[in-house]
């Protein structure tokens, strides 16, 4: 994992792209709460019904200031979904720094002409350029897969969801607060921190072979036969990842990021009009309520997700959030604008924050775990298509449906939601016997026995007894290996030598004692591997 005081090469590209990527959403997080607000007055609209004439031409052609939202939101979606589907192989084949310089340049380039926008299809324009080099977050976690094991990655990916939920957390609420200053505020605010985050891609973000590289082992080190933690993870890396991509289901997954996706496009189309029209709530608020929200989800990834993950599995995780954004969504189409209704909004969103958050944290690491190093820019990609898909297709339909009824979106996205929640457990039937359930391998059986014998045995003298032998048993053990002169430093020869000690090792027998299976064990040591041990079988002939 991540080290804070002594820091490796790994550990200070892996603090790096976090950074990066908070700077980044960040930025986008500014402009959140402010721009159906700015669309608003861009379009001379009086208000946001579909009946309110707009001083913009393009804005009346589109059918009013929500329309016109949604479509925006689904241009720069639509531009962000064409650039996944490239940018995603390019980083496999030109590196993941070159392609988060681009990604980078772009969000500079396309906040800035944003707060320069002297008309809606300006804005609309700007936000398409944005799209187009779109792609920081997908390149991010095609990097964190590129210097990390598989059995680190949904880790710390999570630690990823948990830094974007702090954007959200401040970001919504600073935004809100310099658009009180300007409305343009915010975004000459993006365009700075972006460039800040190129100064950190370019000083800090090295190629993966760099970083191991540059973490060789000391002389001490390599003279106790151990590795350090970059060896390990490069082995690891190298070896653990599926040696073919199982392509089907990713394209199986993906529908069901689709569902997700496409649902909380009506939060981010809708939400700030429907409590403005339930609740009379303006930016300022809004922006506070996105900042409440990200606060409770931070607090579930920290304190709930890992426990929950960890008895139920990535998929069945991602299953139970989808369901309770079910709920969530259907919830918010009965509210009445009452103070009633009010606190029941509130509680909804605090299940809706739980779901999202345990639907989010589960799926992307899922992906990661499809994929291997030479693919996983790809696969990574088809992950953040899926959730550009769903910010197409949601804007449009759910800014249609709001000017008809504000209720209707919701209950639309309930309906994705419970679609999504049938993918996930499709996926989990389907993974289930080989990613989520332990294999059944020499190892496995080990720890069985350990556990077994953890039974048997009774707390306090006897414990310390078997705590004794253990030490014992393994102080000789690093003995004799030290003796032999095996190379630990080889992980073919480590992982023998495990292979050894179980298959030597004999299974306990029904009705023999411990002493009766171990020497006739003893019997059966060819004559080459230890003198030792044979003439001690041979000395204890009652043990046949």
């Not at 320069?116 to 976690?141: D, E, K, Q």
């Not at 989990?428 to 989520?436: D, F, G, H, I």
Request: hydrophobic residues 45%.
């Amino acid at each position: 994992m991540i080290s804070i005081t002594h820091p490796t090469a790994r550990d200070m590209a892996l603090y790096a792209v976090y950074l990066v990527v908070v700077i980044d959403i960040f930025a986008s997080a500014l402009s959140v709460p402010i721009m159906p607000f700015y669309v608003r007055d861009l379009c001379g609209c009086e208000s946001m019904d579909a009946a309110a004439s707009c001083a913009d031409p393009v804005c009346n052609r589109l059918g009013g200031a929500t329309a016109s939202l949604g479509f925006m939101f689904s241009s720069f979606a639509i531009a962000q979904l064409i650039s996944n589907a490239w940018l995603g192989p390019l980083s496999d084949a030109v590196g993941r720094k070159a392609i988060l310089t681009l990604t980078l340049s772009g969000a500079c380039i396309g906040a800035f002409a944003s707060g320069l926008a002297p008309s809606y299809s300006w804005l609309v324009a700007a936000r398409i350029f944005i799209g187009f080099c779109s792609g920081t977050m997908s390149t991010a976690n095609a990097y964190i897969a590129d210097i990390s094991s598989i059995k680190e990655r949904p880790t710390l990916m999570a630690n990823m969801g948990t830094l974007l939920q702090l954007c959200f957390m401040f970001g919504p609420g600073v935004g809100a607060g310099l658009a009180e200053l300007d409305r343009r505020a915010p975004f000459w605010v993006s365009a700075g921190t972006a460039v800040l985050a190129l100064l950190i891609v370019q000083l800090y973000i090295r190629p993966p072979d760099e970083i191991f590289v540059s973490s060789e082992p000391t002389h001490e080190v390599a003279a106790t036969g151990e590795k350090t933690g970059e060896e390990t993870v490069k082995e690891d890396a190298a070896g653990q990842d599926p040696p073919q991509t199982d392509w089907g289901l990713i394209a199986v997954l993906a529908l069901g990021a689709l569902g997700s996706n496409t649902a909380m496009a009506s939060l981010l189309t809708c939400q700030a009009l429907y409590l403005q029209h339930l609740f009379g709530f303006g930016s300022l608020q809004f922006g506070f309520v996105m900042m409440g929200t990200a606060t409770f989800s931070i607090l579930v990834r920290l304190l709930i997700f890992s426990k929950v993950q960890t008895a139920l599995g990535l998929m069945p995780t991602a299953v139970l959030g989808a369901l309770m954004g079910t709920v969530t969504y259907v919830g918010y189409s009965t509210l009445d604008g009452s103070r009633a209704s009010m606190y029941i909004f509130f509680a909804l969103a605090g299940v809706g924050t739980v779901g999202s958050t345990f639907t989010g944290a589960s799926v992307t690491p899922f992906f990661s775990q499809l994929g291997n190093r030479k693919n996983m820019g790809r696969v990574m990609s088809v992950s953040s298509m899926a959730s550009s898909a769903g910010r197409v297709i949601g804007p449009p339909v759910f800014g249609a449906l709001y000017s008809i009824n504000p209720r209707f979106p919701y209950r639309v996205a309930a309906l994705c939601t419970i679609g999504a929640a049938a993918v996930y457990a499709l996926v989990a039937l389907r993974t289930r016997p080989k990613s989520e359930v332990r294999p059944a391998t020499p190892l496995a059986e080990r720890d069985a026995a350990r556990a077994m014998s953890l039974k048997r045995t009774p707390s306090g003298l006897e414990a310390q007894k078997v705590a004794n032998a253990t030490a014992e048993l393994q102080e000789l053990l690093a003995m004799t290996l030290q003796q032999r002169g095996y190379d630990l430093g080889n992980a073919a020869v480590v992982e023998l030598l495990k292979q050894l000690l179980v298959d030597v090792l004999p299974v306990r027998a029904d009705g023999c004692t411990d002493e009766q299976v171990l020497g006739a064990g003893m019997e059966s040591v060819p004559e080459s591997w230890s003198g030792a041990s044979r003439e001690h079988a041979h000395c204890h002939p009652h043990h046949a």
